[in-house]
């Protein structure tokens, strides 16, 4: 019998079997088994500790919650006793479980294709989730652009939060750090190690919380932003030459004192957008039209 020890291990590295006291979902006693499924990068936070801090810093309000990924309603259970709460569950097995063991409205299938009008939801609410790595980045921009949405608390990947918050001048500091104070004081509340998780990532995770000033940031500016950090280790002025005309960004530089050699990252987000309103309305192939309409009199 030992020789099956290594082989049992082996196996639980790749998936996991939650056993769920069915008392909670039905009249019968047993155990349901649950295999966490990576397509949907599913990490169960299940420590009570730090379930609890999501709840203290969860925004003072009698704003709706929104819960995406709820899985197998831990955090779930902890926000109901807060505020009513609507749920978004892409996994179908999940879905059969938590509609036993919730009297919620919970919408069954993937939260972005509910979100296609721009608003999830017609009244005010606040997103509070464990977010799947993998869509974390997404979800909270379409968050922070959904008018309705007032307070996001999430819990995501590190790195990704730290993104979110960075300040200009650090490495990190980019295109999400600009869009997100552009409409949100942004504070990571506390760090999460992959102990509290079943299955444990390979990652560190933080809580996050964006207090909304603005209902909703400039999708425009957000794309110039793309533009601007397309290459960060390249300097600002050749990462918005592939896009403007390279005379007239050089003429705004000189215009608002800004150095040649300015990498995106050294940049303010005022200055970002005092660049962005200079730069209104023009692109390189407008201006190349010009270029080519004085060639073509010369010949």
């Known amino acids: 019998m030992l020789f099956l020890i290594p082989l049992l291990l082996f196996s639980h590295s790749f998936s996991l079997f939650l056993k769920i006291y069915y008392n909670s979902i039905k009249k019968t006693k047993g155990y349901a088994i649950i295999q966490a499924k990576k397509k949907f990068g599913q990490n169960f936070l299940q420590d009570k500790t730090y379930l609890d801090k999501i709840i203290e810093s969860m925004p003072n309000d009698e704003n709706l919650i929104v819960e995406i990924g709820p899985g197998l309603g831990d955090l779930t259970e902890k926000l109901l006793q807060k505020n009513s709460l609507v749920a978004y569950e892409i996994d179908e097995d999940l879905c059969k479980i938590l509609k036993e063991k919730f009297d919620i409205e919970l919408v069954c299938g993937d939260v972005l294709d509910s979100w296609q009008t721009g ?22 921009l379409k968050a922070l652009n959904d008018e309705n949405c007032e307070n996001i608390l999430v819990l995501i990947q590190k790195e990704v ?38 299955p444990a990532p390979k990652v560190m995770s ?50 608002l004192n800004i150095q040649k050699n300015i990498r995106p990252h050294q940049v303010s987000k005022e200055l970002f957008f005092e660049v962005f309103s200079e730069l209104k309305g023009e692109t390189k192939n407008d201006n ?12």
């Open 119 to 140: 608003r999830l939801r017609e009244e005010k609410y606040n997103l509070i989730a464990n977010l799947p790595y993998y869509v974390a980045t997404n979800i909270i």
């Open 161 to 198: 939060a730290e993104k979110f918050n960075a300040k200009v001048g650090e490495k990190i500091y980019s295109s999400l750090a600009i869009i997100a104070s552009s409409v949100a004081k942004t504070e990571i509340k506390f760090d999460i190690p992959p102990s509290a998780f079943n």
């Open 206 to 255: 933080s809580v996050i919380l964006f207090k909304k000033f603005k209902p909703k940031y400039d999708e425009n500016f957000a794309k110039f932003l793309k533009i601007a950090f397309s290459q960060p280790r390249k300097t600002l002025l050749k990462n918005l030459s592939a896009k403007y005309n390279k005379q007239k960004i050089e003429n705004i530089f000189d215009k």
């Open 288 to 299: 190349d039209t010009t270029t080519n309409t004085k060639r073509d009199s010369k010949q």
